[in-house]
């Protein structure tokens, strides 16, 4: 791979990664209530959650699911029902108290836990590794070209998902006032919502 096909495919992925999404605001509500820790946690899961992705990608599973209807409408269905969740999730603890106070009625392993699982069922991640990256590979690539860009596009997104985290402990205190935490839920229930609607 050249170099300038390299800086074409980071561009491209820091592009995408700072696309907003469902990942951008509830890192920042998590940060931003739950502490830097949570946050960390919650980055750690949607890292090992991409990773997978891109194992699965690069062993020819995600080619199956791609060309299976009924696997990716299975993986789609999955991905648009926990989004819904998410948001359900969040419009509940818009209303609880607990959530709108230091630590935010969650811990690191809370934030890990659903950083992982929304990133194994994200189908915006899988359409990334077999649709977006594929266009940067060399012709007769091997197995570690894919790797190689890959690994880029992970390091790219944690990149961009540990400056939310430290932008959100820069405004924590704005962003911690129950007031504001209470219309930060909300708003947050309402994009998983959007998003999980146009992803369906």
């Known amino acids: 791979m050249t170099a300038e096909t390299l800086s074409s495919f980071l561009l491209t992925a820091l592009i995408l990664e700072l696309t907003p999404g469902p990942n951008m605001a509830w890192l920042a509500l998590l940060a931003a209530t739950a502490g830097r820790c949570a946050g960390l946690a919650a980055v ?35 991905g648009v029902g926990y989004l819904l969740y998410l948001a359900a999730e969040s419009w509940r603890d818009a209303g609880n108290p607990a959530h709108h106070l230091s630590g935010g009625g969650e811990d690191g392993s809370t934030g890990f836990r659903r950083g992982l699982v929304g990133n194994l069922l994200n189908p915006k991640a899988a359409l990334f590794f077999l649709t977006v990256l594929p266009g940067f590979l060399p012709d007769q690539a ?41 219309w930060m839920h909300r708003v947050q229930a309402l994009t998983l919502l959007a998003v999980a609607l146009w992803l369906l």
Do not use: C, N
Not at 46 to 73: C, E, K, N, W, Y
Not at 152 to 167: G, N, Q, S
């Open 142 to 182: 091997d197995g570690r070209a894919v790797a190689i860009l890959s690994a880029l596009y992970i390091l790219m997104a944690t990149a961009v998902h540990l400056l939310i985290v430290a932008a959100a402990e820069i405004v924590q205190t704005r962003l911690a006032d129950p007031v504001v935490s209470v």
């Open 44 to 78: 750690l899961g949607i890292m090992l959650g991409l990773a997978a992705q891109a194992v699965l990608a690069a062993t020819g599973v995600a080619v199956l699911i791609d060309r299976s209807p009924v696997l990716f409408d299975v993986l789609h269905l999955a």
